[in-house]
């Protein structure tokens, strides 16, 4: 085990590359205190999603003290998610099925089965407090704040519908994944979370949906003190939703503070454009790199054009 700490994330010296790929992550720290809703930001590619599924314990990285989660090593102690203490909410509609990893979700499923962990209920009312290890009241609290239809047919829905089966599965259910492999564990589940990683999963949600979400999130970690890494590119709302925030650029921790110390929110409008004003100032070093050093400039098709401008065709003007 690790030394004792007192946050909720800890990353330390992080280093990370895809099979055969440069490394993203090279010298990665990251401190996350309880109760913290931290927004992660950052340009595409910059390793939101690759860090929050470290984060997860879907990649193995270093040894057990690289990456902690309530003291716990995130990838090697594994009844951080048979708990439900870690929960992940991301990607596409998929399951994962122990080594074979995320399946694409396809067939003719409804909204009930999902969310009752593949039993079909027949009589409702019946079935509502048997399923082992999930709090029917929280379950059915999910149900009503993301106005889901238990009749929905997955494959007939829409993509913000089908979102929101996703995300009350996400918040009943520990990981998929670890119900497969050890079923047993279903019967000690706690499907209250400690901590919660989200890697855009509102963006197909309509904005009452969205907020009543956040909301939702809000209380949690407010009532519980429990901890929300929240990855995202929409910043509407969360200027008041958030307690901090941490910006990556090319797997760098460029930022982290919290949202009430930030010196450019004193200023700025909102913080849209005070993470864009991050984002366009990395373009503008690139552009700077390019115009000092010619070796960066990019061979354009037009440079060996007939119809390019120069010196030897100064003489035909
Ligand atoms: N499975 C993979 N194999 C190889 N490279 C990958 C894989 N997944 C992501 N990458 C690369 O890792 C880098 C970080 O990707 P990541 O998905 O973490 O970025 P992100 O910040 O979440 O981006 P976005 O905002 O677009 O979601 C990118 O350069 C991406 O191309």
């Known amino acids: 085990m690790g030394k004792a700490n007192n946050q909720s994330i800890q990353v330390s010296g992080l280093q990370f590359s895809y099979d055969n790929q440069p490394p993203i992550f090279a010298d990665f720290n990251l401190d996350i205190s309880p109760g913290s809703r931290c927004l992660l930001v950052g340009a595409n590619g910059s390793g939101k999603t690759t860090l929050l599924k470290i984060l ?21 102690d594994t009844q951080l998610v048979c708990s439900g203490d870690l929960a992940y909410l991301g990607g596409s509609w998929s399951k994962t099925v ?35 290890g999930i709090d029917p009241v929280r379950r059915e609290n999910l149900i009503e704040l993301l106005d889901i239809d238990l009749k929905w047919r997955m494959h007939k829905v829409s993509d913000g519908q089908r979102r929101r ?87 760098e921790l460029r930022r982290s503070q919290k949202l009430v110390e930030l010196p450019e929110l004193k200023n700025a409008s909102n913080l849209l454009s005070v993470v864009e004003s991050w984002l366009r100032s990395e373009t503008k070093r690139e552009n700077k790199l390019v115009a000092a050093s010619p070796q960066f400039k990019k061979a354009s098709a037009f440079d060996n054009s007939p119809f390019r401008s120069s010196r030897h065709m100064a003489y035909y003007r």
């Open 56 to 76: 997860a314990g879907k990649h193995m990285v270093g040894g057990r003290d690289v990456v902690r989660v309530l003291d716990c090593s995130a990838f090697h």
């Open 98 to 132: 122990g080594s074979a990893g995320d399946i694409p979700l396809q067939g003719d499923f409804s909204a009930a089965h999902m969310i009752f962990g593949g039993r079909m209920p027949l009589l409702h009312a019946v079935l509502i407090h048997s399923v082992e």
């Open 165 to 251: 089966v996703q995300i009350c599965m996400g918040l009943l259910h520990p990981f998929q994944r670890t119900l497969f492999v050890r079923p047993v564990i279903m019967t000690i589940a706690k499907p209250q979370f400690q901590v919660l990683l989200l890697d855009e999963v509102t963006v197909d949600l309509d904005v009452v949906a969205r907020m009543d979400l956040l909301e939702f999130f809000k209380e949690e970690c407010e009532q519980r003190g429990a901890t929300i890494v929240y990855a995202t590119h929409i910043f509407d709302g969360l200027e008041t939703w958030a307690t901090d925030v941490a910006y990556i650029q090319d797997g």
